[in-house]
């Protein structure tokens, strides 16, 4: 088995998270997480942006079961590629306490969706975020979703703000849910009521298939991670805009972070801020992802 060296500049995530002073709902979802290998059981793909270190499916199960979360979303991290083995071993081990959401070629089969289906996974990710991948035309993306509609699968999309413009008519033209990750990674520099941020709250608004992710303070602040202040306005504003259409997640095992690696305590933290009653919580944490992964 290959030996990984992970990337020199990466950093591992924190061993020692604290625990939160927010107690997180019965039933809550950590509806953004990833698993990397671990590396020598489950390759990194040839094709990968970055070498992570290893975060593996029983140590993200005990971070779950400290922070407080019932269930996970287990999301393919594109250090994996297409190939789901180390995402789909995890949704299996996890006594029906995990769902998967896939990364796949145009090229899928019926019965290897069928046999992930039947893994817990529940949606594929489309990723434009070219530091992480070289995105495909959209008629690749368009031969995927007319393999998964009929699993009843969502589409989960990354990308970053000054993107949407460009990616605007394909998005749109999807028929599926439609999750978009980090609330289409604001510049949070920005104002929360201009032009830029105006663009996404109008996809959300206009297409109610539309989901966010209110997620990755940490990968968006530029204030830091002293309560991620920065993030709460544009956070908020989309719990309070659309609170049966928003997830919450830590991300973790954080990939790609230059600078501070979070408390993933603190990150339960900031939940509590952005969705700031007990209903908008009970919402985000445990109804709408438990209506969006756990239907059947
Ligand atoms: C994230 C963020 C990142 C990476 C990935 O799949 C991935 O490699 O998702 C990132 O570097 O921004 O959403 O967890």
Redesign the pocket.
């Known amino acids: 088995m290959p030996d990984f060296v992970k990337d020199a500049d990466w950093l591992d995530w924190d061993p020692n998270p604290t625990k939160p002073k927010f107690i997180l709902p019965p039933g809550a979802v950590d509806a953004h997480c ?1 698993v990397f290998g671990p590396g020598d059981q489950f390759p990194f793909a040839p094709e990968r942006k970055y070498t992570p270190c290893d975060a593996s499916k029983n140590q993200l199960f005990a971070l779950r079961d400290f922070l407080g979360f019932e269930k996970n979303v287990i ?1 393919q ?3 994996h590629g297409t190939d789901n083995a180390a995402m789909v071993d995890a949704i299996r081990h996890s006594n029906g306490k995990a769902r998967g959401i896939a990364t796949v070629s145009n090229d899928v089969s019926h019965s290897e969706l069928s046999d992930m289906h039947e893994a817990g996974v529940r949606g594929v990710r489309f ?1 434009y ?1 070219k530091r ?1 991948v070289d995105p495909e035309p959209d008629a690749y993306y368009h031969q995927i979703v007319e393999k998964i509609a009929p699993l009843g699968w969502h589409v989960v999309v ?1 990308f970053e703000a000054a993107d949407l413009a460009e990616r605007w008519n394909f998005f749109t033209s999807l028929k599926t849910t439609v999750v978009v ?2 609330m289409g990674r604001p510049d949070v520099t920005k104002d929360v009521n201009g032009p830029e941020f105006a663009l996404f709250l109008r996809l959300m608004q206009e297409h109610d298939n539309f989901w966010s992710k209110v997620t ?1 303070p940490e ?1 968006l602040s530029s204030t830091g991670p002293d309560g991620y202040d920065d993030v709460v306005p544009f956070a908020k504003k989309v719990v309070d805009l659309f609170p049966d259409r928003v997830l919450s997640g830590t ?1 973790w095992p954080h ?2 972070l230059k600078g501070h690696m979070p408390d993933d305590g603190k990150l339960v933290d900031f939940i509590e801020r952005v969705a700031t009653s007990e209903e908008l919580r009970r919402k985000l944490l445990v109804d709408n992802p438990n209506r969006l992964y756990w239907k059947d």
Do not use: I, Q, S
């Open positions: 990833h999301v991290a594109t250090c990723n975020v992480l990354y990750d980090h990755c990968r991300d990939p790609n």
